[in-house]
DNA sequence: TCCTACGATGGACGGAATCCAAGTCAAGAA
DNA sequence: TTCTTGACTTGGATTCCGTCCATCGTAGGA
């Protein structure tokens, strides 16, 4: 993650303790906070930080592609920052946990061009549902 | 649409002038509308019709498996009556147009069970992401 | 026709996210 | 090093979506 501080340097960001704290609290791999998770764990190194930052700057690691934003719910958006490891989403329809997964082949590959509608196709994403072994119980 | 009427009579529902109207506004195939869509058009026909009924029937819909909740963007949910014909969708990442979709094969299946965790996994949802003929300009 | 339990109403409420005007500060310039 | 400035942060107000609730209305059986 601190390549990430580096490379977000040299797109000419600022670098604020804020920022800092928010990719710190981002880093790993089965991450998947909500705002209001970031904004919780950032507030324990930095207790000032406001949500609004919190979500200015997930915004901003959003668009540099650095986070992707993952919505499995309809309620609160998470934040994964695997972003440079394509992946889709396993969810637990019992308690929300989500796990990412690596499916065999390119799910875009599955869609034949007749129904595509001349769109642009760029993108595939994925969400696996079922229980898990803890509330299959 | 009229045969949805009779299954929901069937199942005990009481038939409304409100619920009939919300059905009917949901018949068609590619309909996406949001809930306040649905209350907008709904209470073109039925004026006095409130959002609190509208979401109170989209709910029920929804319980009995005759329409499905579709969020691809993060902002207000869509209900989608093809219920009955499995598919997934197509979103233009310009406008939000969303199209019915049918890839080859099955999503499900490309997912090795050493990928599921022991999850008891029973859906696969996809969303393709491009953008339309009519934004690529 | 009457009864009553189920459904409709609309206004209050709650969570998630955005907006905004004012204050603060990182980092280049001198 | 200090100065300067525009980018960044702040927190409170606001919007958007959706749910809740007490009350009223009515579909459909007796």
């Given amino acids: ?33 909500t705002a209001d998770e970031v904004h919780a764990r950032a507030a324990e190194r930095l207790p000032e930080i406001s949500r609004a930052t919190v979500y200015n700057t997930l915004g901003e690691l959003v668009t540099l592609g650095e986070v992707v934003e993952v919505s499995t719910d309809g309620r609160a958006k998470r934040y994964d920052p695997n972003a440079h490891h394509p992946h889709q989403h396993l969810v637990c329809t019992g308690c929300g946990a989500i796990r990412d997964v690596h499916p065999r082949g390119n799910p875009l590959s599955d869609l034949p061009a007749e129904q595509r509608f001349g769109f642009a196709v760029v993108q595939a994403e994925v969400t696996y549902r079922g229980l898990c072994p803890d509330c299959a119980g």
Avoid: I, K, N, Y
């Fill in 1 to 33: 993650m601190s390549d990430l501080l580096e490379r977000l340097r040299g797109r000419g960001w600022r670098l604020t303790s804020q920022r800092r704290v928010v990719a710190e609290v981002l880093d790993g791999e089965h991450v998947h906070l």
